[in-house]
């Protein structure tokens, strides 16, 4: 054989050996027992359902942990070269952010369009609660009458001036009320009920527990927060003298947002990634998630902790959660024209 043949067979072996290998890839990608997660929710994956996953899967979870701006900015960043498989977050406002800047993949699961009513879904099917938190109003149940509240807009009336507390403006929570509300009632009249809250000088908190126990410290009579913060404290102290009261119930119901889940666009295991939402979708695991968390189950099949069944039944919004997204430019410029801090 001369040289000349020689190399071209050479050649044409490592030529044919680079293609075998590019295509075992995938089918190694996809034999791989593992999804990585990238989670601002503040759990950082430390809730047993994981655990349990892996023992029924095989597939083992890793996390990377941060606020929601550090996840985001970091899948921006990633692109392509991510290891991320799924995002997890709290509040749709981030979900819709993620969504708008390129960052997830729609998802065909029949078994997640049946179990997740549709407002706590993207219509797009990018991404899908996992459970539901309620922002509503507590009340010193010593000082306060439930018969004096009505809904979102009550605060806003002169008989709560010194009495009420909010956390602040910048609370995504919050922005997320703000743009549910301009999305039902409009700017106008959004804007005339924050600044009746201004109006009754409230005192400001950087966090949902901080108000609770101002409330119950007299601090204040009336504020608004997500209902598991309640819970967990009740946990500890089982006779706080603080009730919800859940919001607009005569109207459009109580504004509800959602701890949300999600396929990353550049996912490498999406397939184990989509095994893990379903997973966490089941009535049992969903009743043992929230056990841990204080949400409500986004599956209804599955039961709240025992201390939030205490908080009784609701109306919710059934406005798709989505909208808050869309409205929260809005939000926060309203929320700066009436001087809300």
Known sequence: MSDSTFSRTI????????????????????????????????????????????????IEVKFFNGNANEVLERLKAE??????????????????????????????????????????????????GIAMRARTIAYSKERVKPSELTGYASLAEPKWKGRLCLRTSSSVYNQSLLAALIALHGEAETEKMV???????????????????????????????????????????????????????????????????????NAKHRDNAIKLIEYLLQPEVQSQLVAESYEFPANQAAKPNMIVGTFGTFKPQRLGVEIAGQYQAAAVKLADRAGYR
């Open 11 to 58: 050649r044409r072996g490592l030529g044919l050996a680079v293609l075998v290998l590019a295509a075992a890839v995938p089918a190694l990608q996809a034999q791989e027992k593992v999804v990585t997660v990238y989670s601002s929710r503040s759990h950082y994956g430390a809730e047993s359902v994981f655990t349990d996953f892996t023992k029924a899967t095989g």
């Open 79 to 128: 692109g392509s070269r991510t290891n991320a498989d799924v995002f997890l977050t709290v509040d749709v406002g981030n979900l819709w952010y993620a969504s708008n800047q390129g960052l997830l993949q729609p998802v065909q699961s029949a078994t997640l369009e049946k179990v997740v009513p549709a407002y706590l879904r993207d219509p797009q099917k990018e991404w899908f």
């Open 195 to 265: 600044r009746g809250w201004v109006a009754n000088q409230p005192k400001y908190f950087n966090n949902d527990t901080q108000l609770l126990e101002a409330i119950a410290a007299g601090q204040c009579d009336v504020g608004i927060v997500n209902h598991y913060y309640l819970g967990r404290l009740l946990q500890q102290k089982p006779n706080l003298p603080v009730g919800l009261f859940w919001a607009d119930q005569q109207g459009a119901g109580t504004h509800v947002n959602i701890s949300g889940i999600a396929v990353v666009k």
